[in-house]
């Protein structure tokens, strides 16, 4: 669904969020606020599965994690491959 969704790479996030977060409010058609780079610090009340997550700053101790599994991965990366979707990361 291209221009329907935005694809968002955590990797790049976590190398540079400001450029990452106003592609993706320029994505959303929503304005830059200053409270977008600070977001675990929003007092306001969260009721997800991951709400001491969404108090934390980003961080990049688990980019690679997939890597642990890459040979269970292998059959699916070539299923991707062969349906035309190729993502080196």
């Known amino acids: 669904m291209p221009g329907?969704?935005?694809d968002l790479s955590y990797e790049?996030?976590?190398a540079d969020q400001s450029r990452e977060t106003r592609r993706l409010?320029?994505?959303c058609g929503l304005e830059w606020e200053d409270a977008c780079l600070a977001?675990?610090?929003n007092p306001s009340p969260t009721?997800?599965?991951s709400a001491i997550q969404v108090r934390q700053?980003?961080?990049d101790s688990s980019l690679a994690q997939w890597r642990h599994y890459g040979a269970q991965l292998?059959?699916?990366g070539r299923q991707l491959l062969a349906?035309?979707?190729d993502d080196a990361s």
């Open 4 to 6: 329907a969704v935005y």
């Open 12 to 14: 790049r996030l976590v």
């Open 25 to 27: 409010l320029e994505f």
């Open 39 to 41: 977001f675990h610090r």
């Open 47 to 49: 009721m997800t599965a």
């Open 57 to 59: 700053s980003l961080y």
């Open 74 to 76: 292998e059959g699916l």
């Open 83 to 85: 349906a035309g979707i």
